[in-house]
């Protein structure tokens, strides 16, 4: 985490040592919730080890996985985190997670006593922005094969531990057409 903050460029160390005092850990088994939707998320977590999933239930029952996420990024149900209302979607560990969980209260007050903590959250929200809107037209513009290729050559190493369904989820694209992209790629 102190790696990742200091990558912004923004914090002295001081201030960084002062966040990272705040953070708690916690581990999530495979499978575990971090945030359940209708629940209010008051949490920001940093994953250091293993890989959550983002999504949300449709009327119908169905799942539709919308984000996953990977070491060394920052994690939450941003608009319920925001709002404080009660969150819409669901995060999952897809694996073995290791966090460290700050508080939004003590985030907030954190930013505040800091010179340049609201301008870190600000550039944090704008990075999550900018990352929606590179979904958004990954879907309207690239062929799924295009976005296979796009998440496995940022992550490689992960792409064997997302179980097929949520994956195909992701991508946009039935598990049956995932097979067949696999299995067209890696040949």
Not at 27 to 47: H, P, Q, R, S, Y
Not at 146 to 173: T, V
Request: aromatic share 10%.
């Amino acid at each position: 985490m102190k790696n990742h903050l200091l990558s912004f460029n923004l914090l002295s160390a001081a201030a960084i040592e002062l966040l990272v005092a705040k953070a708690k850990p916690r581990t999530l088994k495979k499978g575990d919730f971090f945030i359940t939707e209708g629940k209010v998320c008051n949490e920001v977590a940093f994953i250091k080890s293993g890989i959550l999933r983002s999504y949300y239930t449709s009327k119908a029952a169905e799942e539709f996985t919308y984000c996953i996420t990977f070491p060394d990024q920052f994690m939450t149900a941003y608009s319920s985190l925001i709002t404080g209302a009660p969150s819409q979607e669901n995060i999952q560990a897809m694996s073995a997670v290791e966090l460290l969980v700050l508080k939004k209260s003590e985030l907030d007050a954190w930013a505040e006593e800091n010179v340049n903590g609201i301008k870190l959250l600000k550039t944090i929200a704008e990075q999550q922005y900018i990352h929606l809107e590179k979904r958004v037209f990954m879907y309207q513009k690239d062929t799924a094969k295009e976005r296979y290729l796009a998440l496995f050559e940022s992550h490689p190493e992960y792409i064997k531990q997302i179980p097929m369904q949520y994956l195909a989820s992701f991508l946009a694209i039935t598990p049956r057409h995932l097979s067949r992209l696999r299995k067209e790629v890696h040949l």
